[in-house]
């Protein structure tokens, strides 16, 4: 039976080396994630493999915002805006509790990218494209109200503003949510577990060497069809298939930073111009603002991508020059992250200029791969892969196989009629984590994380008898998710199921040591590799504000 729990891993190891599959994913970021739920929901035995931890790369670098890409409208990709905006009702149909539908402010100012007709106008044919909610439809604002919505904006650069609808939410979780639905339908799935190499018969792949990094052990797993989905990694997988020709990947580094909401203390969301001519986000999200994104070419290491100073300079300048009040300082960063984008190279285009459209790429030997595209269109860049697989299999076994349907599949934890039905759970939940003797920010953290699975963590929290409740929460949640999630680190726990090393690193100083007692005593985890972990995340909590 397919498993996400981390214990029994080696029961996991034991079918992906003994079983035949279908098909065979490499990569376990947001695409692959889609990419499994579809085959997997269709019929296909499916396995995916993916060499760190689940959306370790980019699908958890992002701006973590399910929107429409109002800027792809400018350069008149109007087939992209009007799939991804549609999406967005359907992810947030899916998992309601994880897609929260957020207003943003779009301020106009003098000689900036937006004037105020092609706005209005801009604004209308988005919300025909997406298909928006009456009620979710756009709202032109003059100077006066944009200042009474957002006072720290600079009166003297405001024209007015516009107020439009997009959807937060956490990445990382969205993609364990997905894996976790995909492992419900039948996928067999694994972390830390890199593909190495092919296995060929007569010219096509028939199978997949992987390297197991928890265990150090080599194993070859048996597959008729394989789909790499390896995001910034995927030149790397056509290399090993002999492949890579043609158009190739040109990467795209993005940075966010993350700073007491105290001290930019926006009232919500905004999109807005900076100095030269880009234009970024702030987005309010509990105790935190977080800023973001830069987008530059990349040609460094693509396996340790960090935050620079100068990232961190632009960004602050680009706040600066709208937020005249807001004093950022670079000790002010609490935390930030950096991903690159798997775009597709295109000449004569710079970082900004590149099409986010996704493309398929087939070799000689059966290897289809997946790249470009953004997180908002993971579920129809699946549908589009697995078509594609499907018509080149026998038609009498495609005849056996559903049509897509992943669209009215709800995603683990995300069983709510809708918004209201979500706000009236958090209520329910902030009384209760009042009454166990924690902030009711907890209530919002545990649902927006967990949803209807905050119940199982609640009852896990009332097994224990640690007498600080924030500890008492932090190992119910460890339990649950080493149970229910295949955490394997720390970094696992804090940053990707949890959050909390982006927006909520203040605790972690308290909470490390015992989940990491935790993590080696109860689960028996190797003491020394995650002792070693907890002393690099120990260093990096020191240093997290100093850039190189």
């Known amino acids: ?175 364990i949510e997905i894996l976790k639905t995909a492992v419900r339908m039948g996928a067999d799935v694994i972390n830390y577990a890199e593909a190495t190499d092919f296995e060929y018969t007569d010219g096509k792949i028939s199978g997949i060497h992987w390297k197991d990094h928890l265990t150090g052990e080599e194993h070859l797993i048996k597959n008729t069809f394989t789909i790499s989905a390896a995001g910034p990694w995927v030149d790397e997988i056509r290399k090993k298939n002999k492949s890579l020709e043609g158009k190739h990947l040109h990467p795209t580094k993005g940075v966010h930073i993350v700073v007491p909401h105290e001290k930019f203390p926006v009232r919500q969301s905004v999109y807005f111009d900076v100095p030269d001519g880009r234009m970024i986000f702030a987005i309010p999200r509990d105790r935190v603002t977080y800023i973001g994104t830069t987008d530059t070419d990349y040609h460094g290491d693509i396996n340790d991508v960090r935050t620079d100073k100068v990232d961190v300079e632009y960004l602050i300048n680009g706040v600066q020059h709208i937020f005249p009040e807001i004093t950022l300082d670079i000790a002010d960063v609490e935390s930030s992250w950096a991903g690159l984008r798997p775009l597709i190279e295109e000449e004569g285009k710079s ?61 683990s934890g995300g069983v709510f009629k809708g918004g209201k039905d979500v706000e009236a759970y958090q209520r329910e939940i902030e009384a209760q984590v009042v009454a166990l003797g924690l902030d009711s920010y907890y209530g919002a953290y545990l649902v927006g994380n967990y949803g209807r699975q905050t119940g199982d963590i609640l009852r896990l929290f009332h097994k224990r008898a640690e007498q600080d409740a924030e500890i008492r929460l932090a190992l119910a949640e460890l339990e649950y998710t080493i149970a229910e999630e295949a955490v394997h680190s720390l970094l696992d726990f804090f940053e990707r199921r949890t959050g909390r090393l982006y927006f909520n690193i203040n605790t972690i100083p308290k909470l490390i040591e015992p989940v990491t007692e935790h993590m080696t005593t109860a689960f028996g985890w190797d003491e020394n590799r995650v002792r070693q972990e907890q002393r690099w995340l120990e260093h990096g909590l020191e240093v997290a504000s100093k850039f190189d």
Do not use: W
């Open 1 to 175: 039976m397919s498993t996400f729990d981390a214990t029994k891993r080696s029961e996991l190891v034991h079918k992906l080396k003994n079983d035949a599959y279908d098909l065979v994913i490499i990569g376990g970021g947001i695409t692959g994630a889609g990419i499994a739920l579809d085959a997997a929901s269709r019929g296909l035995k499916t396995a995916l493999v993916e060499k760190n931890d689940f959306a370790s790369g980019t699908s958890s670098k992002s701006t973590k915002l399910i929107h429409g890409g109002l800027r792809y409208l400018k350069q008149f990709e109007v087939a992209l805006v009007r799939e991804v905006g549609q999406e967005r009702a359907v992810v947030h149909k899916l998992a309601p509790h994880l897609v929260k539908s957020e207003k943003m402010l779009l301020p106009l100012i003098k000689d900036g990218t937006y004037g105020k007709i092609l706005t209005s106008v801009g604004l209308m044919v988005y919300d025909v494209l997406a298909g928006v909610e009456k009620v979710d439809q756009r709202k032109m604002l003059d100077q006066q109200e944009t200042l009474e919505i957002e006072p720290l904006l600079d009166a003297s650069k405001i024209e007015g503003g516009g107020i439009y609808a997009e959807y937060r939410t956490d990445d990382a979780r969205l993609t």
């Open 351 to 411: 970082a900004s200029q590149l099409s986010r459209k996704d493309e398929i790429f087939e070799s000689e030997t059966g290897l289809l791969s997946i790249a470009g595209g953004k997180l908002t269109g993971y579920r129809k860049m699946a549908e589009r892969i697995v078509d594609r697989l499907v018509n080149k299999m026998d038609e009498s076994v495609a005849k056996t196989l559903q049509e897509c349907f992943t669209d009215k599949i709800m995603l």
